[in-house]
């Protein structure tokens, strides 16, 4: 059975950087599709970023791009995001999730953003950004 456990949330001032990590035990991270996703009270789970299984391919959304940035360690089963210039409209729960079940032949932004192609998911860890 694979886990993913979240860690890294807490409170940070606008403007300020946090780092997300998301360990996963029973498979190695880099094999699969891995994203991270954010949501807030009353809304839809939002798509935030990924990394494709082969191609190291990343993708972003446009709220944050330019701002966060995706990695993984292959040796740890590590996924990470790195979040800089945070604002408060970033204040969700993130979690991180992994497709093990659809191999896409091609990797597209369209595949890895939509969180029903994901069958792993973290409990997820509060984010909450101060003003």
């Known amino acids: 059975q694979v886990q993913l456990v979240e860690s890294g949330g807490g409170l940070v001032q606008a403007g300020g950087s946090l780092r997300l990590s998301c360990a996963a035990s029973g498979r190695t991270v880099s094999t699969y599709d891995v994203g991270w996703f954010r949501q807030t009270p009353g809304k839809e789970r939002e798509f935030v970023a990924a990394?494709?299984?082969?191609?190291?391919?990343?993708y972003y959304a446009n709220s944050v791009k330019g701002r966060f940035t995706i990695s993984r360690d292959k040796t740890r089963s590590m996924l990470y995001l790195q979040m800089n210039s945070v604002k408060p409209e970033d204040t969700a729960v993130y979690y991180c999730?992994?497709?093990?079940?659809?191999?896409?032949?091609?990797?597209?932004?369209?595949?890895?953003?939509?969180?029903?192609?994901?069958?792993?998911w973290g409990q997820g860890t509060q984010v909450t950004v101060s003003s």
């Open positions: 999730a992994a497709n093990f079940r659809i191999f896409f032949t091609t990797a597209s932004y369209a595949s890895l953003s939509t969180s029903t192609n994901y069958d792993t």
């Open positions: 990394i494709s299984r082969n191609e190291y391919s990343t």
